[in-house]
């Protein structure tokens, strides 16, 4: 099995910046693509970035401009750097995994935007 634990959510004001980590552990595991979505109540979850094993990287147009997504393959580890954070980007962000096992995700991490 393969765990996901991300990090890095939390409170900020309108214009800041969060960056988001996912570490993945547990059986050998071959990856295909790393993801962030984003859910909010009453809402279906949606994606927010990917980036492919063969790092091509693809964004939701609400976040072109303003979010990278990175990886460190040697750790195991994505990322989701957040700028320009405006109230309307407050939602539980989770981390997504595609490997030849199958799909994971992580807990999700919260994230609000607020003054």
């Known amino acids: 099995q393969v765990q996901l634990v991300e990090s890095g959510g939390g409170l900020v004001q309108p214009g800041g910046s969060l960056r988001l980590s996912c570490t993945a552990s547990?059986?050998?595991?071959?990856?295909?693509?790393w993801s962030w979505y984003r859910q909010v109540p009453g809402k279906e979850r949606e994606l927010v970035a990917r980036?492919?094993?063969?790092?091509?990287?693809n964004y939701a147009d609400f976040v072109k401009g303003r979010f990278t997504i990175s990886r460190d393959i040697r750790k195991n580890m994505a990322y989701l750097q957040m700028n320009n954070l405006q109230p309307e980007d407050t939602a539980v962000y989770y981390c997504n995994l595609n490997s030849h096992i199958g799909v994971h995700w992580g807990q999700g991490t919260q994230v609000t935007v607020s003054s």
């Open positions: 547990g059986r050998s595991f071959s990856i295909y693509a």
């Open positions: 980036i492919s094993i063969d790092r091509s990287v």
